[in-house]
T-cell receptor, first 113, second 116 residues
Framework: GENVEQHPSTLSVQEGDSAVIKCTYS??????FPWYKQELGKGPQLIID?????GEKKDQRIAVTLNKTAKHFSLHITETQPEDSAVYFC????????????FGAGTRLFVKA | GAVVSQHPSRVICKSGTSVKIECRSL??????MFWYRQFPKQSLMLMAT?????????EQGVEKDKFLINHASLTLSTLTVTSAHPEDSSFYIC????????????FGPGTRLTVT
């Protein structure tokens, strides 16, 4: 079935450095790729997303890139801050079939001050 | 982004009782709502998908008689955990999508259920 792999599972960076989280999806029909940030004890928050007709999208310190051929997409956070510390989930969705969103396993990001 | 609320945020109940969790989309109409369960340090596990006015579609392995889902209006869905047992203790999160043309899915803050 559909699958989304996410790496790394844990990432520790120094404040000010960049963080990159990578995901690979299995279903080539997937056409929407959101990223969520989840803080402890809270629900996931949509932070950025990209559709399959776009290769890159940026929003301030956050950017997402998509390689449809390789079925890879990545989240890039620049100038990390301690408040960026959270669990990040990537996901893949297709607007046909079951209309389900498939989530990655999550990456726990620690930003050290 | 759109706002989804959940109530209660935390609930403790005794084994054998039932508990209801409400999920509301506050500033948009949600044709589709989702219920997830999340275990500590794990990803989101989809339990069921509900469309307004129709029966929920449950994922494999999720007991529909135990986890009753009602999507009575375009802004409200409820999850009732019936005859709760300690193994039902978990973090339950709802999510809502406006319609199939809007892919964005917004999550509620979650409900921590503890069954004693």
């Amino acid at each position: 079935g559909e699958n989304v792999e996410q790496h790394p599972s844990t990432l520790s960076v120094q404040e000010g450095d960049s963080a990159v989280i990578k995901c690979t999806y299995s279903d080539s029909a997937s056409n929407y790729f959101p990223w969520y940030k989840q803080e402890l004890g809270k629900g996931p928050q949509l932070i950025i997303d990209i559709r399959s007709n776009v290769g890159e999208k940026k929003d301030q310190r956050i950017a997402v890139t998509l390689n449809k051929t390789a079925k890879h997409f990545s989240l890039h956070i620049t100038e990390t801050q301690p408040e960026d510390s959270a669990v990040y989930f990537c996901a893949a969705y297709k607007d046909t079939g079951g209309f389900k969103t498939i989530f990655g396993a999550g990456t726990r990001l620690f930003v050290k001050a | 982004g759109a706002v989804v609320s959940q109530h209660p945020s935390r609930v403790i109940c005794k084994s054998g009782t039932s508990v209801k969790i409400e999920c509301r989309s506050l500033d948009f109409q949600a044709t589709t709502m989702f219920w997830y369960r999340q275990f500590p340090k794990q990803s989101l596990m989809l339990m069921a998908t509900s469309n307004e006015g129709s029966k929920a579609t449950y994922e494999q392995g999720v007991e529909k008689d135990k986890f009753l889902i009602n999507h009575a209006s375009l802004t409200l869905s409820t999850l009732t955990v019936t005859s709760a047992h300690p193994e039902d203790s978990s973090f339950y999160i709802c999510s809502a999508r406006a319609d199939r043309e809007n892919y964005e899915q917004y999550f509620g803050p979650g409900t921590r259920l503890t069954v004693t």
